[in-house]
């Protein structure tokens, strides 16, 4: 295969932002616009001081470019990070978050800090959870075996994380494992 | 650990070797056991390379006694701490041990194949959370740290990591690094 070793096992945490960014936010854009067609669907029209719904990458652009203002989901709060926290260390399971919240948070964070209420707080809830979770699917490492591991509520940069070593785990008890199945066949 | 044919880890695994006990005289294949006698009498104890011992086996010319990485000794430490084997040791440098044993409860029966796969497997299972931990501590680590400054007990771990589970290691630590990178990516080069 062509493509290099570290890209074959899983998909890269940029790629992974990319994919990301396609999601909607609401902004109260600064500047005006008509409706625009873009390949992933029309946006628009931009009146200010109208809240309007565009895909992150151009909120992302607009925002750099100082021509709007990025409300930030409502799951991007203190009180709601704080709410989530509290549950996560309380409870055995994974507590639901949108799928992609850690891409989305961090490209908020990193971008539109002036935009979100407390984004220091933010930050370091985040970096908590992330901790809490993690110690999570650590447990969730004892229980595997070589059918299934479930894990739900997991978000799309915690799989990408455990995917390569869990699969590559799963294959291998895969093959300790005795299947009378298989074996039978072998001795044909 | 796969059955690939091209497998080279598969490949290595059947070259280790099992002392087989010959049931059979066989022929003018005295050469097999370091070349003194022409023929191989009955009850004469051979050491096979695995790749060959299998079809010796299965065709009934000989038995075989299950090899010293899974002997009794060795079952009942991986029973009492998994984590303090030194599965590397086991079966020499680049050595599988886990692909041998895999092997090897393929040539038993019933019973004792089992009990060789919940071995292996509870080995195994046993062994990677330290594994995927000690990656991600070391991941954490960055390229210059990295000492031995962890503990001992973790450093004589590592030491002890089979093949496979250093394989594992890698692929843990990678994924481990590929995020924190990702994390620490803030400043933004964007116009």
């Not at chain 1, 008509?34 to 909120?59: C, D, Q, V």
């Not at chain 1, 992609?100 to 370091?124: C, G, M, W, Y």
């Not at chain 2, 390379?49 to 000794?73: E, G, K, N, V």
């Amino acid at each position: 295969m062509a493509l290099p070793v570290s890209l074959r096992n899983s998909v890269t945490p940029p790629e992974l932002e990319l994919i990301a960014s396609e999601e909607l936010v609401e902004i109260i854009p600064l500047i005006s616009m008509e409706r625009t067609a873009f390949i992933s669907g029309a946006y628009g029209p931009l009146r200010p001081p109208n809240k309007a719904k565009i895909p992150l990458w151009m909120a992302i652009n607009l925002k750099m470019k100082k021509k709007c203002h990025i409300v930030p989901p409502n799951w991007l709060s203190v009180d709601f990070l704080q709410d989530r926290l509290a549950l996560e260390t309380s409870r055995q399971e994974f507590s639901q978050f949108p799928f992609r919240f850690t891409e989305i948070a961090k490209l908020l964070l990193d971008v539109a800090p002036d935009d979100i209420q407390n984004s220091e707080r933010i930050r370091s809830l985040l970096k908590d959870i992330r901790e809490v979770r993690q110690a999570k699917s650590r447990e969730g490492l004892q229980k595997i075996d070589h059918s299934e591991l479930s894990l739900p509520n997991l978000c799309s940069m915690e799989i990408n994380e455990i995917r390569p070593f869990f699969v590559r785990a799963m294959g291998v008890l895969t093959q300790l494992t005795r299947d009378p199945v298989a074996d039978s066949q072998f001795d044909v | 650990m796969e059955d690939d044919y091209y497998s080279i880890d598969s490949i290595l695994a059947e070259n280790q070797k099992i002392q087989c006990t010959f049931k059979v005289d066989i022929p003018d294949m005295g050469h097999l056991d370091g070349g003194h006698e022409r023929d191989i009498k009955a009850q004469s104890k051979v050491q096979l390379p695995l790749w060959l011992a299998f079809i010796i086996i299965y065709s009934d010319y000989a038995d075989f006694t299950i090899p010293p990485p899974f002997s009794l000794r060795v079952r009942k430490a991986l029973n009492a701490e998994a984590k303090s084997v030194k599965l590397s040791a086991l079966v020499g440098a680049g050595g599988l041990w886990y692909g041998f044993g895999k092997i090897i409860m393929r040539l038993l029966d019933d019973a004792p194949a089992s009990e060789m796969s919940e071995l292996l497997t509870k080995t195994f299972q046993s062994r990677l959370v330290e594994v995927i931990d000690q990656a991600q501590h070391f991941a954490a680590l960055g390229p210059a740290g990295g000492g031995g400054q962890s503990g001992d007990a973790a450093l004589m771990f590592r030491e002890g990591l089979e093949v496979t589970e250093r394989e594992l290691f890698l692929l843990a630590q990678e994924s481990a690094k590929k995020i924190k990178q990702w994390y620490g990516s803030t400043d933004r080069l964007r116009r």
